[in-house]
């Protein structure tokens, strides 16, 4: 009789390249998700003092925000809107979520009173009623 060999088990091999890849994948997709909400706040909107406003408890995720710059110009998920097409966006999104779509409006400090008078009635003419104004609350 000829010599055996003795099969030794194999070890148990976890694929690592896999779970490293998974992991990258979460890493660029939280990334990615915290930037689209910060694209939302504009940094260049300086916000008023509302010492007695009531903060937001729970944002809803379908609300816009409408920033409205010093200068005038308006911006909405980071991107600059003329005012003429803001009624069309909020209508549009008006059809697809419904009338209580809440709007956010976050009017810098010092920009003109007719400047967010105007987005005001861009909101008006879309029929949409859930308005609020984002100001800092002191603590």
């Known amino acids: ?24 994948l979460l890493i660029i997709f939280f990334v990615v998700t915290a930037a689209m909400d910060k694209e ?26 409408i920033n409205v710059r010093r200068d005038g110009s308006i911006r909405i998920g980071g991107q600059v809107v003329a005012m003429g097409t803001i009624s069309n966006m909020l209508t549009v999104a008006a059809d697809k979520y419904g009338h209580d779509v809440p709007i956010i409006v976050r ?24 308005v609020k104004f984002q100001a800092l609350k002191d603590e």
Do not use: C, W
């Open 1 to 24: 009789m000829g010599k055996r060999r003795k099969d030794t088990p194999k070890e148990a091999d976890v694929p690592i390249e896999s779970m490293i890849d998974i992991i990258f």
């Open 40 to 65: 939302i706040q504009d940094v260049n909107v300086k916000l008023t003092s509302a010492p007695h406003g009531k903060p937001i408890v729970k944002k809803d995720p379908r609300a816009i925000t």
């Open 107 to 130: 009017g810098d400090r010092n920009a003109m009173h007719g400047y967010i008078k105007r987005v005001l009635e861009a909101i008006t003419e879309t029929q949409l009623y859930t």
